[in-house]
């Protein structure tokens, strides 16, 4: 199978959007990105808004070439908002994470809002909670809900294992590191060759994250790590937008370095350069002004 990961944090934009390319089917999940709202009390900078713009482009031509789209839950940046145009999912296949249960308000509120837009160009969705479904060679199956991190009121996501001629991949979005041990279970049970998931939220150590979270992140990580199953650790999202990130884990590439698994961030896997913009956000205003482009 074929990683080729889409839309990422450390590529300019919040999203964790992600192709799979199987022999027999072509999987994006989350196909959607967004940006910070606020960050250093600034809007988003124009270079910001221009990389943004070039992503959906991307999500858009991908998705519309893809068998399946999965949703893993309902965040802006993890699917389209309201008011863009969602023509691109005319005719395509959907699972997405139950609208209903395991869910809350605003997630929910969400959720209704995009389901009555699909209802309009024909499409209906599966729930994908839990099942396991089957294209041709390639077995796609989904967790129970986890925890969107540290706290239940945040919500619930669902993990995704593609399978194909014996390699699996792994997609966690939005477990913060893994702060819960009940976030471990599906990664331990399937044992993915490639894990893709969002790191601890040090952006917001202190105030949203604590450091007991960071040192439960880094230690089930470490656990994954010696299951001795995993070749690759992609690690992005949340933690790449503090820009120490790599001070904030080092133990974890020193852990991940003993066991001969590698470490990368989506632009890293892509052999691309690493484009922190929004935590870099005060410093293209101090140095860029409102110029659209650097």
């Known amino acids: 199978m074929k990683i080729r990961l889409l839309s990422f944090d450390s590529m300019g934009v919040r999203s964790m959007c992600t192709l799979i390319e199987a022999g027999d089917a072509r999987i994006v999940i989350d196909p959607g990105a967004a940006l910070g709202p606020r960050r250093y009390g600034l809007k988003p900078h124009p270079l910001e808004y221009e990389r943004l713009d070039m992503f959906k482009e991307i999500i858009m031509e991908e998705a519309g070439k893809s068998d399946l789209l999965v949703i893993t839950h309902y965040h802006y940046d993890h699917f389209p908002r309201p008011r863009e145009s969602i023509e691109w999912l005319r005719g395509k296949r959907i699972l997405l994470k139950d609208p209903c249960e395991m869910i809350n308000f605003s997630q929910r509120r969400r959720a209704s809002i995009f389901l009555e837009k699909l209802r309009k160009i024909d499409v209906k969705p599966e729930v994908a909670?839990?099942?396991?479904?089957?294209?041709?060679?390639?077995?796609?199956?989904?967790?129970?809900?986890?925890?969107?991190?540290?706290?239940?009121?945040?919500?619930?996501?669902?993990?995704?294992?593609?399978?194909?001629?014996?390699?699996?991949?792994?997609?966690?979005?939005?477990?913060?590191?893994?702060?819960?041990?009940?976030?471990?279970?599906?990664?331990?049970?399937?044992?993915?060759?490639?894990?893709?998931?969002?790191?601890?939220?040090?952006?917001?150590?202190?105030?949203?994250?604590?450091?007991?979270?960071?040192?439960?992140?880094?230690?089930n990580l470490s656990e994954i790590i010696r299951g001795r199953f995993l070749q690759d650790l992609i690690i992005d999202h949340h933690l790449v937008r503090d820009l120490e990130w790599r001070d904030r884990i080092r133990p974890l590439f020193d852990y991940a370095d003993k066991f001969g698994v590698r470490v990368f961030t989506a632009a890293g896997y892509m052999g691309l350069e690493e484009l922190l913009l929004e935590a870099n956000r005060r410093r293209l205003y101090e140095e860029f002004g409102e110029s659209p482009r650097i």
């Open 129 to 219: 909670d839990s099942k396991s479904i089957r294209i041709g060679r390639c077995r796609i199956a989904f967790s129970n809900p986890v925890e969107h991190g540290n706290d239940p009121r945040l919500g619930y996501v669902l993990q995704v294992m593609i399978e194909e001629a014996g390699e699996r991949i792994i997609h966690s979005s939005d477990v913060e590191g893994f702060v819960s041990r009940s976030q471990l279970k599906f990664v331990k049970e399937n044992k993915p060759d490639v894990l893709i998931c969002d790191g601890p939220m040090t952006y917001m150590l202190g105030d949203r994250f604590s450091e007991a979270d960071l040192k439960n992140s880094l230690k």
